[in-house]
């Protein structure tokens, strides 16, 4: 099976180039204050709106401030939202579409009716009001309550895919011989949940979690954007879009580097998700793409 889905990866296009993006923004993640030519908030009003050039790649913003430096530290800040999100809302939703899938009648009626109230919402409207109901009464908040809020808010957002996801996968799993047997064995409910079908489950779940960080990383951004979440200055990449939009006509640069890094993460997201769904399934279509899997969540419930 592992050479099996090596070999398949490895004949996928999308999958190796996506993969090299995760990849980057991974590693520049990890040590993006090593890799910043500058301090990130640093001052000059002598190098105030430069143009990209050899001292400053990405230009310099109206405080001139070094805006490939604020964007690799915003892309921190940017990919632990995302990656958080897709774990809390993974460990929600894989547990409910297990137990709504197998046992089916009024606990799946119940799961799915949860699941229905929060897809009669568009997805950034409800991100936007749980933010408004997370944001803290008085004071100012933390840029750890701020990762927080956004987080959770764009976790319940994508809540649905993972239970929808998985319940569509129990129900095809419950009645087969091996769940039979498990059960004409004695084993328990949390047993065959989380021993038999889980690991049937995962190649489904791995997909879903590629294209969901991608996602989450455009709906944090979306909500930065906004002003929601992160403290005003921090260099988040929906935040520093905020804070140079209205430069654009003056100083293009401005927006053009955390617009990129934006687009470059979600493009590199979804092409390892369209590689990793033709391994672990060859005969699974690719013509559906990352973007469409990323959105199923936010349909009807059958």
Do not use: K
Request: glycine share 12%; charged share 15%; hydrophobic share 50%.
């Amino acid at each position: 099976m592992g050479q099996r889905f090596v070999r398949a990866f490895r004949r996928s296009v999308s999958g190796r180039v996506g993969l090299l993006l995760v990849a980057v923004f991974l590693v520049v993640a990890a040590g993006e204050r090593r890799l910043a030519p500058w301090p990130p908030d640093q001052v000059s009003v002598e190098r105030a709106l430069l143009a990209p050039g050899p001292a400053h790649w990405l230009g310099t913003d109206d405080l001139g401030r070094d805006l490939l430096s604020r964007v690799l530290v915003g892309g921190r800040i940017s990919l632990l939202i995302g990656v958080f999100s897709v774990l809390v809302a993974a460990a929600l939703g894989v547990p409910l579409g297990l137990l709504a899938g197998y046992s089916g009648g009024f606990v799946d009626l119940a799961i799915s009716r949860l699941v229905d109230v929060i897809l009669a919402f568009p997805g950034i409207l409800l991100a936007i009001a749980l933010m408004a109901v997370l944001a803290p009464r008085q004071g100012d908040f933390t840029l750890e309550q701020g990762v927080a809020n956004l987080t959770l808010a764009v976790a319940v957002v994508n809540l649905p895919a993972y239970v929808r996801q998985v319940r569509a996968s129990a129900i095809g799993l419950r009645e087969l011989e091996f769940v039979t047997a498990s059960r004409a064995l004695g084993a328990g409910t949390f047993h065959i949940l989380f021993r038999v079908l889980l690991p049937n489950c995962l190649s489904p779940i791995l997909v879903l979690a590629t294209l969901g960080i991608g996602t989450a990383v455009l709906e944090a951004a979306a909500l930065g954007f906004v002003g929601l979440g992160i403290p005003p200055g921090t260099p988040e990449w929906g935040t520093l879009l905020a804070e140079n939009r209205s430069l654009f006509r003056e100083a293009w640069w401005t927006v053009v580097g955390p617009g990129l890094a934006v687009s470059l993460t979600v493009l590199g997201f979804n092409l390892l998700g369209d590689g990793l769904r033709d391994a672990l399934d060859p005969h699974t279509s690719s013509s559906s793409g990352g973007a469409g899997g990323a959105g199923a969540g936010r349909q009807e419930l059958p």
